[in-house]
């Protein structure tokens, strides 16, 4: 993969792969547990996808929506102004995960709080842990396989390298 400040590609396209990990492994606890006691296993997996939901995926999206987006809707190239229209649908994909991201978030805190869900939270757990997996099979190959590999051929390498930049100083103020 490609890595550093000039190739922000790299990180983000990790950022994507950790994030299907986790919403595959909240959607076995979901599954499994049903709204039942978590066992310490599940309560740690839990504890740990919702904490990185919370914390590190707003970081991923302001790589995008405030890094990477702006610079391809700048671009002169065509095929930048021809992606437009896609940059627009992944930022209104974003603006759906956060409605579901934040019902997962009352959820799961709620079954960690109580030890319990009843069905109907569970169900809707569920629902929106599924519906986020479903979000993200679509807009993560969109980004992985279409939009990251045509900013690599119209951006400068300047550009690349103010987004990994922008992208090293979200994550050292998250760190102070």
């Keep these: 993969m490609d890595h550093g400040l000039e190739a922000p590609f790299g990180p983000l396209s990790e950022g994507h792969r950790r994030i299907e990990g986790l919403l595959s492994v909240l959607l076995t606890v979901a599954n499994g547990r049903r709204g039942g ?24 999206s302001a790589d995008e929506e405030q890094s990477l987006f702006p610079r391809l809707r700048a671009s002169d190239d065509s095929r930048a102004k021809a992606a437009v229209g ?3 649908r992944l930022e209104a994909d974003h603006r759906v995960a956060e409605d579901h991201h934040d019902a ?7 079954w960690l709080r109580q030890g319990t869900l009843s069905a109907g939270d569970a169900r809707a757990l569920r629902e929106h842990l599924v519906a986020l997996e479903r979000l993200y099979r679509r807009h993560i190959a969109v980004e992985d396989q279409e939009l990251f590999p045509m900013a690599r051929r119209v951006l400068t390498a300047a550009e690349l390298g103010a987004i990994g930049h922008e992208m090293a100083a979200r994550r050292d103020e998250a760190l102070m």
């Design 37 to 60: 006691a978590l066992a310490e296993p599940d309560r740690e997996a839990l504890t740990a996808g919702l904490h990185y939901f919370r914390t590190v995926l707003p970081r991923h």
């Design 104 to 110: 997962v978030e009352a959820l799961g805190c709620r």
């Design 86 to 88: 896609m940059v627009e």
